[in-house]
């Protein structure tokens, strides 16, 4: 699709968008209204650090059309080096925002990925609270690769106007384009991590003002401490290290069509 109009800042050789959450959710509908497709993704200070060293996790997220700041350190290290994006952006949060847009508007969402039964519990969440009408489908991350080609056939033929995938990089991207002629209908493609698992109930979220306050870290650091420390601990601690290298050895902020 056009994307000129998405207004992007460099953050570490990364065309990150500086939109805000209302922003987004109107860039969907624009596709959606208009028939084309948008490509969607997130980075958070980890994803970012690997994005230095690990190139096809790169180009998966060069790939997409539009990149949002998820995560409260992005959003400070966009301040630190000039170019300030106005929010985070969270894949959870953008994902239920859009369901309920997809509810309001009588759009069709499809989910893949993640296990059987955390996909389920998923859809059935938000058949419950909206309708089942808005679930044009789902399937779980648990196929092979001879499976792919009639997984993409059933998301195209199902209207799908939104597909959110729990798949990791870069099996999503091999996907995506390996079955880019059968997915063209699709309006907006999403990897959405491990947000199935958060609607489900298994990873409970931080309270409210915590999220608002960027607090959110230490909510799931107290609370998964062995699964969070490297996570949290070192790669906060590399992202710091790079945000300073950046904020006095590199030119602040340049295009990212040059960078």
């Not at 309708?131 to 991350?141: E, K, L, R, T």
């Not at 996570?231 to 601690?237: A, F, K, P, S």
Request: charged share 25%; net charge negative.
């Amino acid at each position: 699709m056009r994307t000129d109009y998405i207004p992007t800042v460099n953050l570490f050789g990364i065309p990150v968008a500086r939109l805000t959450m209302i922003e987004t959710l109107l860039a969907v509908e624009d596709a959606i209204e208009n028939d084309t497709q948008l490509h969607h993704t997130v980075v958070n200070a980890g994803e970012i650090v690997r994005l230095q060293t690990d190139e096809k996790l790169r180009e998966s997220v060069l790939h997409a059309d539009l990149i949002n700041a998820d995560g409260i350190a992005v959003v400070l290290a966009s301040k630190i080096l000039g170019c300030a994006v106005p929010e985070r952006v969270a894949r959870i949060d953008l994902m239920e925002n859009l369901i309920e847009m997809a509810h309001e508007n009588s759009y069709k969402v499809f989910f893949l990925g993640a296990k059987e039964e955390e996909v389920s519990k998923c859809v059935k969440h938000y058949s419950d609270m909206y309708s089942s009408s808005i679930v044009a489908g789902y399937h779980s991350g648990d196929y092979t690769d001879e499976d792919e080609r009639g997984i993409a056939e059933m998301i195209a033929d199902s209207g799908a106007n939104l597909l959110f995938m729990a798949i990791t990089s870069p099996k999503r991207e091999i996907f995506l384009n390996e079955h880019k002629d059968i997915l063209s209908r699709v309006n907006m493609v999403m990897g959405v991590g491990g947000s199935f698992e958060d609607v489900e109930g298994k990873v409970k979220r931080a309270p409210v003002w915590m999220q608002n306050s960027g607090l959110e870290w230490f909510y799931r650091f107290i609370h998964l401490p062995q699964r969070m420390r490297k996570r949290y601990l070192v790669g906060n601690t590399k992202f710091m290290l790079l945000t300073l290298k950046e904020r006095f050895t590199s030119v602040r902020c340049p295009d990212p069509a040059t960078a």
